[in-house]
């Protein structure tokens, strides 16, 4: 079994950061890209940031420069540090990793959601 456990939502106000963390557990050969994506009420999934193995990156074009993806493979976790934090950016953030074990294939896991909320 695999499991991925979020933390650090919550609220803050306008222009204040917050740094989110997820972390995997179980048992677990190798992790590929990891990522963090949201979803606002009556709004799709989005990607917010991803982070491959080898630590390229990539980031929506709404967060760039404000949000930084980091992860520690020792740890099996990812990071979202999150800056000057807007109203828009008020969300549920999933985190997600491909994630293989032994005698299977790579396959995606996803946290439960941590909420962020950003009073204007």
């Known amino acids: 079994q695999v499991q991925l456990v979020e933390s650090g939502g919550g609220l803050v106000q306008a222009g204040g950061s917050l740094r989110l963390s997820c972390a995997a557990s179980g048992t677990i050969f190798s992790i590929n890209t990891m990522g963090w994506y949201r979803q606002a009420p009556g709004k799709q999934r989005e990607m917010v940031a991803r982070i491959t193995k080898d630590s390229s990156t990539n980031y929506a074009d709404s967060v760039k420069g404000r949000f930084t993806i980091s992860r520690d493979n020792a740890k099996n976790t990812v990071y979202l540090q999150m800056n000057s934090l807007k109203p828009e950016d008020t969300a549920v953030y999933y985190c997600?990793?491909?994630?293989?074990?032994?005698?299977?294939?790579?396959?995606?896991?996803w946290g439960q959601g941590t909420q962020v909320t950003v009073s204007s």
């Open positions: 997600t990793q491909e994630i293989l074990r032994a005698w299977s294939s790579p396959r995606d896991y």
